[in-house]
């Protein structure tokens, strides 16, 4: 974006009261970085990319976006930075549990799909963010053990054409050393997408970590995607030791009927009740109201055989995933926290699974247990408080670009009434990119945790997915974990400002 286009934008949202400016992006420092060895026990990255995860790893949390500015200075590219980032997180940061402290990895993909929908000269800003995380994670890990990833066994790593038993036996079977041993051999000698498949299978085959496991997954393969697939052998054998973390489990899964298995072991047996063509269903609004209605009081079990049921009709698997939607929406406006959250951002994970996967079995499966699973992350609570689609439109007093700063301005006073006004501005405004657009700016200044921006990246995605009538519904319901304009700005945006401003 050239400087007069820019200007022109700025003036145009200008109206957007709290959104922040961020022009001090523009004038980078000259900061000096060095290089370090890499001590041989620990697991080594392609020397191009090694300098530059020595020097994330290496450089205080203080000083270590300075030094990041002098590289992109200097030459530096986005794409090396995303990938020096990951995978200074899988290298020094344990998967387990696959959230706290792991969250400064699981959040590297979410940052960067939050910089590819920002517009040019704020690209940075989600990174420099990830950039810090990873800092403070760092810390944490050194506090609890200083965890870092070794060298594989070469001895053990199978040859391809055993390679790909003997890693669904070992994950299996729960089996850490076997399954660290041979995805080694996968990733060395197959392809991208027949990994991915096996991957999707075992990230939501248990809702252990709430639905992180699936997350992870999908996320490591969407950055791998962007940084490229030659540095898939660490980050995937980050991925497959997070997938057998038992969540302090004596019992190996493998032998025994641990509840958090049971529903992916139930929907195994279901996929051959699914009719022959069931991906040419039809939207059925009708389907999609029932299952969510369902999210409310029904079990894991009911909902999976009801979602069987309703694809054998001849309804659309999108239906399905609208109802997984909605009901993750109308657990946030019950119960905002942690558990709730995560059924937005598991859904997200899992739906973009389903649609990069060729097997149909594996499609099946992950929808099977999407459904099975929202029932989970309402845990014990009762069917009570607000409901969705009873939530009535509430006059905007304002229009346009004002209207949106109203809405965000209501988001830090009352989340209920700022929920109502969507519906109002949706009605009058189908198209919702300036609340996105208002949104993730706020995330930008206001964002304090790693979930801020997985759970706004999920949301303003999946809403592009969904059907019109479901979708203002739930983005009306995401301001229950949205940043309003009355939030106080975070500290890291202070810091970029005062550094790069200099």
Partial sequence: MRRRNFLKWTGATGALAGLGDFGFLGNLPSVSAADAKMPPRFVQFHPEIEPLVRLLENTPRERVLEEVAHRIRTGTTYREVLAALFLAGVRNIQPRPVGFKFHAVLVVNSAHIASLSSPDEERWLPIFWAIDQFKSSQ??????????????????????????????????????????????????????????????????????????????????????????????????????????????????????????????????????????????????PEATKELFQMVRQGSSLD???????????????????????????????????????????????????WQHCRDEETRKLLLLQN????????GNKQDKGPRLDELEPAPLQTTGAEAVSEIFSDVSKDRTLASRKILSYLKAHPDPKPLADAARRLIFTKGRDAHDYKFSTAILEDSHFMAPQWRDRFLAASVFNLKGSGASDNDLVKRIRSALSA
């Fill in 139 to 284: 810390a944490a890990d050194e506090r609890e053990g200083n965890w870092t990833m070794g060298l594989v066994e070469e001895s053990k790593v199978p040859p391809s054409h055993k390679a790909k038993q003997a890693f669904t036996e070992a994950m299996d079977s729960w089996d850490e050393a076997a399954a660290d041993a041979a995805i080694v051999g996968l990733v060395r000698t197959t392809g991208a997408h027949e990994i991915f498949e096996l991957f999707c299978r075992y990230g939501a085959r248990d809702f252990r970590e709430i639905g992180h496991k699936a997350i992870f997954v999908a996320n490591s393969f969407r950055a791998l995607e962007a940084i490229g697939w030659h540095h898939a052998e660490p980050i995937l054998r980050s991925v497959a030791y997070a997938l057998l973390d038992r969540d302090g489990e004596k019992q190996n899964p493998s032998k025994a009927d641990l509840p958090a298995d049971r529903p992916y072991r139930k929907n195994v047996e279901r996929l051959k009740q699914i009719r022959p063509g069931w991906l040419d269903g039809k939207l059925d």
């Fill in 303 to 353: 909902m999976s055989q009801r979602a069987v049921e309703l694809l054998n009709k001849g309804v659309a698997p999108q239906s399905l995933f609208d109802a997984c939607w909605e009901g993750a929406g109308e657990l946030l406006m019950r119960a905002p926290g942690i558990l709730s959250l995560h059924a937005s951002t598991f859904t997200n994970a899992v739906h973009y699974s």
């Fill in 371 to 378: 459904v099975a699973f929202m029932p989970l992350y309402r």
